[in-house]
């Protein structure tokens, strides 16, 4: 069974981007194990809670994400 899980800030997708995650994810999965792997595919879009998480010891926020180059 193929698996993805998709960890992303909470509240920074839509329903329709994670449907849009999902969706592209199986039908990638698809085309690589062919058609028979998307009814077993298993996509996870997990929302991590803000400033629950990190990168090179810095914490990340919702609004540093969201921040550009210019203004980090």
């Known amino acids: 069974m193929p698996f993805a899980n998709f960890k ?20 990638l999965y698809a085309e690589i194990f062919g058609d028979g792997a998307r009814a077993t595919t298993l996509v996870l879009v997990e929302e991590v809670a803000d400033a629950g998480w990190g990168i090179g010891g810095g914490v990340l926020t919702l609004a ?9």
Do not use: F, H, S, Y
């Open 8 to 27: 992303v800030p909470a509240g920074a997708l839509t329903a329709e981007q994670k449907e849009q995650i999902i969706t592209r994810t199986t039908d």
């Open 64 to 72: 540093r994400i969201r921040q550009t180059p210019q203004d980090r």
